[in-house]
């Protein structure tokens, strides 16, 4: 990773923590950062495309456990989701930081 690449790699990753204070914001800091630099730098589409994907993945199941909630059985994860949303970003960050990538748990790849 070159120091032109660091910001954008380490923000595609930092950057879905807006997505706590606007709704549905987590997706969108990944989303333009791989449209904007997927062609300029494999090493920020990778972060931005790993990165989005989980996003995407946890927007998924926290819609799904939000019609859990009918069910009773959705309440849990409406409280789970989010946490392991914010440990997985910071350690997705740390690990950027360090050169490597980060594998998300529990992706499903959206974008390829």
């Known amino acids: 990773m070159t120091s032109e690449e660091r910001p954008w790699v ?3 990753h930092i950057g879905t923590l807006i997505g706590y204070a606007v ?3 987590s997706f969108i800091v ?3 950062i791989w ?3 997927k062609d300029e730098s494999e ?3 990778m972060h931005a495309k790993a990165s989005l994907n989980f996003q995407l993945s946890m927007l ?3 819609f799904i456990a939000g019609i859990g909630i009918f069910f009773l ?4 994860f409406l409280i789970i989701i989010p946490i392991v949303n914010l440990i997985c970003v910071i350690l997705a960050t740390i690990e950027a930081d360090k050169g490597g990538l980060y594998k998300y748990p529990l992706t499903i790849n ?3």
């Open 10 to 12: 380490l923000g595609s």
């Open 23 to 25: 709704a549905l914001g």
């Open 30 to 32: 990944p989303l333009v």
């Open 35 to 37: 449209l904007s630099k």
């Open 43 to 45: 090493v920020i589409a």
């Open 60 to 62: 998924l199941y926290t």
């Open 73 to 76: 059985i959705g309440i849990p």
């Open 110 to 112: 959206f974008v390829k």
